[in-house]
């Protein structure tokens, strides 16, 4: 398990300011989702979980991405009782179609073909359990849209050959080479890399 831990900002010479009210467990192997939460100094330990990402028949993405973080967490909680803990899931939904991860270079093509041109919603589901027994997990999502340019099939074959949208959901990392072709966003930028931080922080204030 890797252990992330930040020291709270000083204010002068008074003692810590204690924004943070504990350390997170944070259920996912994802390196975007660490960064943000080093970014912000939020100490936290990473313990990746292996759930069935299976999408239910007629499931929309909303309920699946909060179903997937909501499993996550749980499932970590379980190993690391009375700790907070922290799960999140990312799909991208154009046209009606939700887009996880790429199954190969081919299929990477073919989801950035479908972006292409086109405004599409990144959404990504976060659960927070805590850690006092019985505690209930609090869901939430988070959504942001984004609009691509238009791609042509050089730089659909060029980008996709990178191979940097292999583990990204709708195969694109807005932090990485495909923000060449992001031209316009509303919302959570956190959120398209990965991990809508301020609405952790929202919910964590609120247990």
């Known amino acids: 398990m890797e252990k992330e831990l930040e020291p709270q900002a000083k204010r002068g010479g008074d003692a810590p300011v204690e924004i943070f009210k504990e350390r997170l467990v944070l259920a996912s192997a994802s390196p975007r989702r660490a960064e943000i939460l080093r970014a912000v100094r939020w100490p936290f330990e990473k313990l990746a979980v292996d759930i069935d990402e299976t999408r239910f028949p007629a499931e929309d993405a909303v309920s699946y991405v909060e179903r997937l973080a909501r499993e996550k967490a749980e499932a970590a909680a379980r190993m690391r009782r009375g700790s907070l803990v922290l ?65 042509s099939e050089a730089e659909i074959n060029w980008y996709a050959a990178t191979g940097e949208p292999q583990d990204k959901a709708g195969a694109y990392a807005i932090q990485g080479r495909a923000a060449l072709f992001i031209e316009e966003i509303s919302g959570d930028y956190w959120n398209v890399v990965g991990l809508p931080v301020h609405l952790v922080y929202k919910l964590a204030r609120g247990l």
């Open 87 to 151: 799960g999140a899931d990312t799909v991208v939904v154009v046209e009606g179609e939700v887009l996880g991860k790429p199954r190969g270079e081919p299929d990477a093509r073919r989801m950035l073909g479908l972006l292409s041109g086109r405004w599409h919603e990144v959404l990504t589901g976060v659960a927070l359990v805590p850690g006092a027994e019985g505690a209930r997990p609090h869901v939430a999502h988070e959504k942001t849209r984004v609009r691509f340019a238009q791609m």
